[in-house]
């Protein structure tokens, strides 16, 4: 296959911004939603609508030969599935249920450091003291806002927070392991066969949680707000974010794209305050600093080529 023109750095980095306002967005629709639908309905609504979506376009942009995946791919495109469905998103929502919207996008930019420690875990090799300081400045301001009880207005905010950071391992870990698959199949049919067979797995636990009446009635009685929330995690969030964030970085150096992930916390908080009323407080804009300037060191510690590759989506052709 020829290798296709890079885009334009303006095209590049507009898709950089939207996706970082597309990302922020996701905390507070989702939080919106799940104050009055449970999480587990609430899985069941926005992957059912998800799949259903990504199989009209999948129908519509591939040959009628390549709708499926190829059968040597199935074990690893379901393995992929159940880490960024059942597992990512069951701790997702019920961390953010538990938890405060500026929370959960502050954790989820420790992304690219699990990332990178899974790559160095792959390479055998020490990641260099840059990235170590890094990693402690992060893991350091994480632990830092995980014991800073209050700062959110959520009952649980440390139980939720330990969910979210156990859904941003089972993230990463989809994305360091989908690397490859993403580079044999390219980007979207790597996300729309992973969201349908994860929705597939997800089906059971969904359905269950319809059997209890309260749930039942908690979707029926749901108000406009929380169903354009789910309409946003829909279409937002499970499509267009998914595309901007592979489609850039098939072009893009993984600490390029960071910097703007790494917005989203600040982004995310200013809107909750005001949306939402959270609290949020100078310690957290402080610990939100140090998180994210350890991220970034580990990042630009990764000069190694065959790092940086790692960190790549490698769907350039």
């Known amino acids: 296959m020829h290798a296709r023109a890079r885009p334009s750095a303006v095209l590049l ?4 911004v939207a996706h970082t306002l597309v990302s922020a967005g996701t905390y507070l629709f989702a939080k919106r939603a799940l104050m009055e639908i449970p999480a587990l309905p609430l899985g069941l609504l926005r992957f059912a609508g998800a799949a259903l979506l990504l199989l009209i376009l999948l129908r ?7 709708r499926f995946p190829p059968r040597r791919e199935w074990k690893k495109l379901l393995f992929l599935a159940a880490v960024a469905v059942p597992v990512n998103q069951i701790l997702f929502l019920y961390g953010l249920q538990l938890s405060s919207a500026a929370h959960a996008a502050l954790l989820y930019t420790l992304t690219p450091l699990f990332v990178l420690l899974l790559a ?3 390479l055998g090799e020490f990641p260099g003291w840059r990235a170590a300081l890094g990693t402690a400045l992060a893991l350091g301001g994480t632990i830092y ?3 800073q009880r209050g700062a959110g207005t959520s009952r649980e905010p440390l139980g939720g927070d330990l969910l979210l950071l156990i859904a941003v391992v089972a993230w990463a870990v989809y994305t360091a392991e989908g690397r490859e698959v993403v580079g044999r ?6 996300i729309a066969w992973t969201v349908i067979a994860g929705t597939v797995l997800y089906l059971p636990l969904g359905l269950g949680a319809l059997l209890s009446p309260s749930y039942r009635a908690d979707i029926a009685h749901a108000s406009r707000e929380a169903w354009w929330g789910i309409a946003y995690l829909i279409v937002m969030t499970s499509v267009v974010a998914y ?3 592979y489609w850039a970085l098939a072009h893009l150096a993984a600490a390029r794209v960071a910097i703007f992930t790494n917005l989203q916390p600040l ?4 809107l909750a305050q005001v949306l939402f009323g959270e609290r949020v407080t100078a ?3 402080v610990a939100a600093a140090v998180v994210m300037g350890g991220v970034l060191l580990a990042q630009w510690g990764a000069t190694d080529a065959a790092e940086e590759a790692l960190l790549e989506s490698p769907a350039k052709s």
């Open 243 to 245: 595309l901007l964030w």
């Open 145 to 147: 806002v995980l014991l």
């Open 13 to 16: 980095y507009g898709a950089l």
């Open 60 to 66: 519509r942009a591939r040959p009628a030969g390549e």
């Open 120 to 122: 160095q875990a792959l």
């Open 185 to 190: 199949l390219g980007a979207f049919p790597t």
């Open 283 to 285: 310690g957290f804009y």
């Open 267 to 270: 982004a995310t908080a200013l």
